[in-house]
Nanobody, 126 residues
Framework: QVQLVESGGGLVQAGGSLRLSCAAS????????MGWFRQAPGKERDFVAA????????SYSGSVKGRFTISRDNAKNTAYLQLNSLKAEDTAVYYC???????????????????WGQGTQVTVSS
């Protein structure tokens, strides 16, 4: 069992930045691939970014590539999502997720992930 807790969300103006954190407890964090997803009101949960257990492989959705950066610190049992050049359309609840058998080929599919955090709200004002 892995418990995930997101933090770092908030209200920011368009063009601003935030760094989200996902703190993990329970089983060995370094064995899990991590993903970030987001869900806006009335919309489906969308893929944002993902990272392999070692951090050596990453994947991004086209809408955030070049603006967001995913990373992890296995010594701190924490994954991060740096959000830069934020836009109003980035407003959503952001969730982190974990899966042991991570693969880049399906990293963007939320149904593949076994563990989820409770989410953190990001609101971008235009």
């Amino acid at each position: 069992q892995v418990q995930l807790v997101e933090s770092g969300g908030g209200l920011v103006q368009a063009g601003g930045s935030l760094r989200l954190s996902c703190a993990a407890s329970g089983r060995t964090f370094s064995r899990y691939g991590m993903g970030w997803f987001r869900q806006a009101p009335g919309k489906e949960r969308d893929f944002v970014a993902a990272i392999s257990w070692s951090g050596g492989s990453t994947s991004y959705s086209g809408s955030v590539k070049g603006r967001f950066t995913i990373s992890r610190d296995n010594a701190k049992n924490t994954a991060y999502l740096q959000l830069n050049s934020l836009k109003a359309e980035d407003t959503a609840v952001y969730y982190c997720a974990a899966v042991q058998t991570w693969a880049q080929t399906w990293a963007g599919r939320p149904e593949k992930y076994d563990y989820w955090g409770q989410g953190t709200q990001v609101t971008v004002s235009s």
